[in-house]
């Protein structure tokens, strides 16, 4: 690609980033709407393929079970828009964090220079490379394991338990949270030798580029010490905010849920650990369920809602709004309460431009959760808190559900549709475009104090 051609699709990289996701979900609809993708053997109806092709490339909702609609070619089919949603994020996310790096003259921890000046193709090249070793890394390692466990643990043919095992290692890892059997991974609620190395990937896979990629440069154990000083402030935010969300969500889940009867009741008390643990992880998006969502306590659903809403990191498998948006916020509000005049993080100082810039994410991605929700209230009979589980769930690309997905009207769907793609490409291109579009005044309006509150 010469150099014109590459500066105009950096003139404008969101519509990079939209045009490719739309036209790959074109595609997977059009594979799976062949008769030779149902276990049927009849052509699945446009509406139930796009759905599926949506919630797969963003790794949200479906309105069939994947393991008996499915054919093995359509599931390689839903399979493959996982791996390219997944991948085609983390690689989209981690290009625009870098051009907006260089625009602003930043230093990042994305490529060996000490300052980015401008996004060429040697940076491409790098991000491309450095993606797809960590994703095929993790992907394949955790695939090994639960294929060695399905083999040995439940006796499946060696080809059956590969297959398993690399399918849900791919949707650990990409946060898709689809799985072969109808009840996801509610059958393997007392096996941890399943949960953990699913749990293990979808963290992974949640955390997001920039951060593995400092991780790994300080994994040896002589520097790992020294190196985690120098750690950026987006890893360092990243790592504390998600070790907390999952501390925080797995004690909650276990308060609430510890007796009872439709979820955790029946459960020994390791188990009942580790599945807590789990929610926890797999509400940040992952979207798997290893406890019958619909049987939760309403308080334990709205605390899931949350989760949900959050999501993971940056330039990750994960959507949200993301947990640095979350900590800035949280930073923002604690600053006011002590009548702070800048918002301080860990020895740094948040711009007041990255303040907005949050604020902005977090308020617009409610407007587009509260806004679905009173259509689907509008148009379905569902109660308002399976409703907004249900938005949250799309726009956070998250996966999980009550059960309510597969009853709404055709409308109701498609207002799912639009919100799991705009979860999914939403906060990543609206963030950079707001930093991309940063500029300085001349002149300064008079200042005027409103009333708050």
């Known amino acids: 690609m010469d150099r014109t051609r590459w500066a105009a699709l950096l003139a404008h990289p969101a519509r990079v980033v939209v045009g490719a996701f739309a036209v790959v ?33 963003s790794g949200g909702l479906s309105v ?47 490529t060996a220079q000490e300052e980015t000046q401008s996004l060429g193709i040697g940076d491409v090249r790098r991000i491309l490379i450095g993606v797809a070793r960590i994703t095929a890394a993790v992907e394949l390692t955790i695939a090994a394991w639960l ?17 398993h095992g690399l399918f849900h290692s791919v949707s650990a890892f990409n946060n ?45 154990a002589s520097t790992f010490v020294r190196s985690a000083r120098r750690w950026s402030l987006h ?34 008390w390791p188990d009942k650990l580790t599945n807590g643990f789990f929610n926890a992880v797999t509400a940040r998006t992952a979207g798997f369920n290893s406890v019958h969502v619909a049987e939760m306590e309403p308080a334990t659903l709205l605390g899931t809602t949350v989760l949900m809403f959050i999501g993971g990191g940056s330039a990750s498998t994960a959507g949200g709004i993301k947990v640095t948006t979350f900590a800035v916020l949280a930073a923002a509000i604690i600053a006011e309460a002590r009548g702070d005049t800048a918002v301080e993080v860990m020895g740094r100082r948040i711009t007041p ?4 810039q949050a604020l902005t994410v977090a308020l617009l991605g409610v407007g587009a959760v509260m806004l679905a ?18 938005t949250t769930s799309a726009f956070g690309t998250c996966g999980l559900t009550t059960g309510i997905t597969g009853d709404l009207p055709v409308a109701g769907q498609l207002v799912l549709i639009v919100l799991m793609f705009i979860g999914r490409i939403g906060p990543i291109t609206l963030g950079s475009a707001l930093a991309l579009r940063e500029r300085g005044r001349r002149y300064q309006l008079p200042e005027e104090r409103p009333v708050i509150g």
Not at 353 to 356: D, H, K, L, T
Not at 373 to 390: M, R
């Open 64 to 110: 069939v079970d994947t393991g008996s609609h499915w054919s093995t070619f359509g599931e390689i089919v839903v399979l493959g828009l996982v791996q390219f949603g997944g991948f085609g994020i983390m690689t989209f996310a981690s290009l625009l964090g870098l051009l907006v790096s260089g625009r602003l003259r930043l230093s990042m921890q994305l």
């Open 373 to 390: 929700s009173i259509v689907l209230l509008t148009i379905s009979d569902a109660s308002p808190q399976a409703v907004l589980f249900e």
């Open 176 to 220: 898709a949270g689809f799985g072969l059997r109808p009840d996801n991974l509610v059958g393997y609620a007392s096996d941890a030798w399943v949960m953990l190395p699913i749990a293990v990937a979808c963290i992974l896979g949640g955390i997001g580029f920039p951060v593995l990629l400092e991780l790994l440069r300080s994994r040896r």
């Open 353 to 356: 431009y990255v303040v907005r």
């Open 147 to 163: 294929a060695l466990r399905f083999r040995l643990g439940y006796g499946q043919p060696l080809v059956e338990a590969v297959y």
């Open 25 to 57: 979900i074109a595609l997977g609809t059009a594979l799976l709407v062949l008769p030779v993708s149902a276990q049927s053997g009849q052509a699945t109806n446009a509406e139930t393929a796009l759905f599926t092709a949506t919630g797969a490339m």
């Open 235 to 268: 890893t360092r935010l990243t790592l504390l905010t998600t070790a907390f969300l999952l501390a925080a969500g797995g004690v909650f889940t276990c308060l609430l849920e510890w007796t009872n009867p439709g979820t955790l009741g029946p459960l020994d």
